[in-house]
């Protein structure tokens, strides 16, 4: 079967194996920020908690190399993702 418009837009865009179906809007702005937190976040203009989450998130995905859209911010780093 084809991918839905929306399927393929998230493909391109994250270029990873994605749950679209799963997908909000919320979550979407999250991992959007998260993968592009080095452009949207410098180290003197963290406001708050949120934006601290999202730096966490965004150095997790891309040093570990992981799909975006395993990263939750209950997620555990040695349960979850096994680092040790």
């Not at 991918?3 to 991992?31: G, P, W």
């Not at 934006?51 to 040695?78: A, C, H, Q, S």
Request: proline content about 2%; charged content about 25%; overall charge positive.
């Amino acid at each position: 079967k084809g991918k839905s418009r929306f399927e393929r837009f998230l493909h391109n865009t994250f270029a990873r194996d994605i749950n679209y179906q799963d997908t909000t809007v919320e979550r979407f702005v999250e991992l959007t920020a998260a993968i592009n937190y080095e452009k949207l976040l410098g180290t003197r203009c963290i406001q708050n908690k949120d934006e601290i989450m999202i730096g966490v998130m965004g150095i997790t995905i891309d040093r570990l190399g992981l799909n975006p859209y395993e990263v939750y911010p209950n997620k555990r780093f040695v349960a979850d993702f096994g680092i040790q």
